[in-house]
């Protein structure tokens, strides 16, 4: 890794944080009082994490809806299910996302 990504690379994970916490410490600042951000806000800012992932998989799945070539939807769509099913069975993230990896890779290959 180069200077110029690992520089690169920081700034997005401070980016990423600073998205998370500063709406937090700015209606904290505004009201005096460190614990008076309403539970919605914090629901909020909780879900945009997982919202932008789904945005990035919905955008990703979006050129494999060729006619053409079903087998790339379908190996996709086990992956995502692999996903699903083995996060649910193991409660790992790391584990599912690996398997599910696997699952596509083997699929694309055997296609």
Do not use: D
């Not at 180069?2 to 500063?22: I, N, Q, S």
């Not at 009082?33 to 789904?54: E, N, T």
């Amino acid at each position: 890794m180069t200077v110029h990504e690992f520089v690169l690379l920081a700034l997005c994970g401070l980016g990423t944080f600073l998205l998370r916490y500063l709406p937090l410490y700015i209606l904290s600042w505004q009201t005096g009082q460190r614990k008076a951000v309403s539970v919605f806000v914090v629901r909020i800012l909780q879900g945009v994490g997982p919202a932008a992932i789904a945005a990035l998989l919905v955008v990703s799945f979006m050129p494999m809806l060729n006619p053409q070539q079903p087998t790339q939807l379908v190996a996709a769509l086990l992956g995502a299910t692999t996903v699903y099913w083995v996060k649910h069975l193991t409660s790992s993230l790391a584990l599912a996302v690996s398997i599910s990896a696997l699952v596509y890779g083997a699929l694309m290959h055997i296609s």
